[in-house]
Nanobody
């Protein structure tokens, strides 16, 4: 199983970024996918989840209405569109899947939002 995130960077407050996670080594279309983030000195937190078909999504309260999770099962990719970014969104963002009892994580991509 391999998860590789991309798309992070430095953006001004109010700006947008689109994160991408390329998945391989498992039957991507059969499993839900999540985005997590971890800010310095804080615990890792769930940002968004999408079901295997893409028909169900859930968001953390702090990002609801600003972030959108989506997936392309033909390309084995999951995305996180982040709009109206705030300095408190600054964190390392991780892609994650849970296959049975095992969690698999990507290496993370840094998102920095300047005020």
């Amino acid at each position: 199983v391999q998860l590789v995130e991309s798309g992070g960077g430095l953006v001004q407050s109010g700006g947008s970024l689109r994160l991408s996670c390329a998945a391989s080594g498992f039957s991507f279309s059969s499993w839900g996918m999540s985005w997590y983030r971890q800010a310095p000195g804080k615990e890792r937190e769930l940002v968004a989840f999408i079901s295997s078909s893409g028909g169900n999504t859930n968001y953390a309260h702090s990002v609801n209405g600003r972030f959108t999770i989506s997936r392309d099962n033909a390309r084995n990719r999951v995305y996180l569109q982040m709009n109206s970014l705030k300095p408190e969104d600054t964190a390392v963002y991780y892609c994650k899947t849970q296959l049975g009892w095992s969690d698999y994580w990507g290496q993370g991509t840094q998102v920095t939002v300047s005020s």
